[in-house]
């Protein structure tokens, strides 16, 4: 797995952070909007109520000013009657606070007398007051007025209807304000998700390019012009990367072919001095030297064309059915005589058949590349593990050691070509076995993966789609 895959897992989702996003404004708006509506209704009932019981207390006073006694008397019945005793009570009273006249004013309890509420006052003073009553009806509203010198006039009304629909109120608004941070979330997340499509495919793009894919491009369109021209730039930061790659590899793979030729007559010539016996003692040797040197130039040359053609689809697959199980015992067997002399255990694991159609020969080389760097790399006593498995319905070859493992910097960079890290230097190589071996997994349509390996050591693992298994 690349490291930009990596990355792309990691962290929070944007997506799901514009949800919470978008159900934390929601939610604020609504509970902001809910305590304000609340406010509004809440101050527009009680300033009914409250005229209301001006309107009353206007009637009344006029009456204890024109009326007699008996005229008050069946005016405060009246109201009674037509109130009820527990939603509605008025108490006249005198300067030391005794009854003069009143409504049924049982349901009300230790009400405050008015020349308490209003001591001090002058005529004419009124004053509202919310009491906290101890029966169902919790709330009332209390007006106190002082009528004249002698006489207090009060008149409650019971707050019980308004509070239930208070009550009513603030349940119904809790469900709104659930539903509505629930309508937020699922419009952030669509919202997010339409916006992340175009984000996502760069992100699909660019790991893709990054596992050696250069011609992979975004398709993404309609999503915005802040998106589209996203898309626009990477494509063209991915062309412009991929003209340069194509342009190095070109002239890389031009170097090597016009090398070829006079390599071979460069070995051919010290090839013939030695046999034709034209020089002898140390200049046969370094003849010699020179045919080895060609030989082993001629082989790195070889290596980067057969990378070249891998990448590029030029070379062709000759596919046919094999046996990854069979192939897995036949690197062993080849490389166990090396294994032997460098003091390293080689073992092949397998728990059975498994059928993949591939080009043998080219399949036998990586995996004959990642054995071969296994044992090479390991010290004495080490152990190196080669298996063949399925994995989800794709085929699996595995290479591992008990060796040194690679260094957490270098797992980045050590499928490019002629790559070598500090630890490998002092060991013969050219560092393009791995890039033929990602070469040729990405030829057939699989892919490579390196990994420190439990306890110690490294994990390469071939791994072949399940469209290649057969």
């Known amino acids: 797995m690349s490291s930009a895959a990596e990355g792309h897992r990691s962290g929070h989702s944007l997506a799901l ?8 404004v929601f939610g604020l708006i609504a509970i902001l909007g809910s305590l304000l509506l609340f406010q509004l209704v809440r101050s527009h009932t009680l ?25 008050v008397r069946e005016e405060f019945a009246a109201i009674a009657m037509a109130s009820g005793t527990t939603d509605y009570f008025v108490r006249l ?16 309890p230790d009400v405050p007398f008015a020349r308490q509420v209003l001591a001090g006052e002058v005529v004419g003073t009124e004053r509202f007051q919310t009491l906290e009553l101890p029966d169902l009806r919790r709330q ?46 699922l419009t952030g997340w669509a919202l997010a998700r339409k916006a992340m499509t175009g984000v996502e495919g760069v992100t699909a793009a660019a790991t893709r390019i990054a596992d050696g894919h250069f011609d992979e491009r975004v398709q993404v369109a309609g999503q915005g012009r802040e998106i589209d021209s996203l898309v626009a730039a990477f494509n063209t930061m991915a062309g412009r990367v991929q003209t340069v790659l194509t342009e190095m590899r070109q002239v890389n793979d031009n170097i090597a072919h016009d090398l ?15 046999v034709g016996g034209s020089v002898v003692g140390e200049g046969a040797e370094i003849a010699g030297s020179i045919v080895e040197e060609c030989d082993r130039l001629m082989q790195v040359i070889n290596t980067m064309l057969d990378i070249t053609e891998a990448e590029a689809g030029l070379g062709g697959l000759k596919l046919a059915e094999l046996d ?15 294994a032997e002399d460098k003091g390293v255990a080689l073992a092949g694991e397998v728990a059975g058949p498994v059928p993949v ?3 043998r020969r080219k399949l036998q080389r990586a995996l004959a590349n990642l054995v071969d760097n296994a044992i090479k790399y390991s010290p004495a006593g080490s152990r190196v593990r080669v298996t063949a498995s399925r994995r989800d319905g794709s085929a699996v070859l595995s290479v591992s050691d008990t060796g040194p493992g690679i260094a957490p910097d270098d797992l980045p960079r050590i499928f490019d070509r002629f790559f070598r890290s500090d630890r490998s230097r002092h060991q013969p190589g050219n560092g393009l076995g791995l ?3 990602q070469a040729v997994a990405h030829a057939h349509g699989g892919a490579i993966e390196a990994a420190p390996a439990p306890g110690g050591g490294s994990v390469f693992t071939l791994v072949f789609p399940a469209g290649k298994v057969g």
Do not use: C
């Open 324 to 338: 990854l199980a069979e192939l897995v015992g036949q690197v062993v067997e080849l490389f166990a005589g090396v």
């Open 435 to 437: 890039s033929l071996a």
């Open 47 to 71: 300033e009914e109520i409250d005229d209301d019981i001006l309107r009353q207390k206007s009637e009344l006073v006029r009456i204890l000013h024109d009326g007699d006694a008996e005229t």
């Open 140 to 185: 009332a509203r209390l007006l106190s007025v002082r009528v004249d010198a002698e006489r207090y006039l009060q008149i409650g009304v019971s707050l019980e209807d308004s509070v239930l629909f208070f009550d009513l109120f603030r349940r119904v608004g809790l469900l709104i304000l659930a539903i509505m941070v629930g309508l937020g979330g």
């Open 17 to 24: 952070q514009l949800a919470v996003y978008f159900s934390g």
């Open 357 to 359: 159609r591939a080009d």
């Open 260 to 274: 070829r030729s006079p390599l071979t007559r460069i070995r051919g010539l010290a090839e013939n001095a030695v």
């Open 93 to 108: 009273t005198d300067a030391d606070g005794r009854v003069i006249q009143a409504s049924d004013l049982k349901a009300w």
